[in-house]
């Protein structure tokens, strides 16, 4: 069993937050590109909370769904298990940087939302009561504001991690 995935090969050490590609599938003739979209330095500042990430996960899908032209681009959007940001799906392989201003605008939308979480029923949501939005609210305006002000020669590029051995402290299954 392959124990260190392509998305593990990545040095977590040297991550900082912001948009790069992580794979791209290819299924008959057509293109899937994946991206991290990276909130927090790995390892170095507190994770996302879950019912933030929650709220965050309902209301950037919800944006980004009714988004004139994303909305026929996008094939998923949820979050990282490490609670350190998002994975989104998208059709063909558009540059990690030519996201930059969807996500600001979903982001902003976030930072500014009042009312009920979309979907935050028991009929829609396999946890309802598990939501945060003045956390959400507060993650997105940080987001937005880390994202406006970073510098582009690193927000939409992983550091190579052709030094990285098993040694090194990649992280990787147990079989
Ligand atoms: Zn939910």
Same mark, same amino acid.
């Given at each position: 069993?392959?124990?260190?995935?392509?998305?593990?090969?990545?040095?977590?050490?040297?991550?900082?937050?912001?948009?790069?590609?992580?794979?791209?599938?290819?299924?008959?003739?057509?293109?899937?590109?994946?991206?991290?979209?990276?909130?927090?330095?790995?390892?170095?500042?507190?994770?996302?909370?879950?019912?933030?990430?929650?709220?965050?996960?309902?209301?950037?899908?919800?944006?980004?769904?009714?988004?004139?032209?994303?909305?026929?681009?996008?094939?998923?959007?949820? &979050?990282?298990?490490?609670?350190?940001?998002?994975?989104?799906?998208?059709?063909?392989?558009?540059?990690?940087?030519?996201?930059? &201003?969807?996500?600001?605008?979903?982001?902003?939308?976030?930072?500014?939302?009042?009312?009920?979480?979309?979907?935050?029923?028991?009929?829609?949501?396999?946890?309802?009561?598990?939501?945060?939005?003045?956390?959400?609210?507060?993650?997105?305006?940080?987001?937005?504001?880390?994202?406006?002000?970073?510098?582009?020669?690193?927000?939409?590029?992983?550091?190579?991690?052709?030094?990285?051995?098993?040694?090194?402290?990649?992280?990787?299954?147990?079989?």
């Amino acid at each position: 069993m392959e124990k260190l995935i392509p998305s593990f090969s990545i040095d977590h050490t040297r991550i900082v937050p912001g948009i790069f590609e992580s794979r791209v599938d290819t299924l008959g003739n057509e293109t899937a590109t994946t991206f991290d979209i990276r909130m927090k330095l790995p390892n170095q500042e507190p994770a996302v909370a879950p019912a933030a990430m929650h709220t965050l996960e309902h209301l950037v899908a919800t944006y980004l769904r009714n988004h004139e032209y994303w909305k026929d681009q996008l094939l998923y959007w949820g &979050p990282m298990g490490c609670l350190t940001g998002f994975y989104m799906i998208v059709k063909g392989r558009p540059k990690a940087s030519e996201l930059l &201003p969807i996500l600001l605008d979903a982001f902003r939308y976030v930072s500014a939302y009042q009312g009920d979480v979309p979907g935050a029923t028991p009929q829609n949501c396999g946890n309802y009561l598990m939501h945060d939005l003045p956390m959400a609210r507060w993650e997105a305006a940080r987001y937005v504001e880390y994202l406006t002000h970073a510098d582009p020669a690193k927000i939409f590029t992983y550091p190579k991690a052709e030094a990285l051995t098993l040694d090194d402290g990649a992280v990787f299954f147990d079989s």
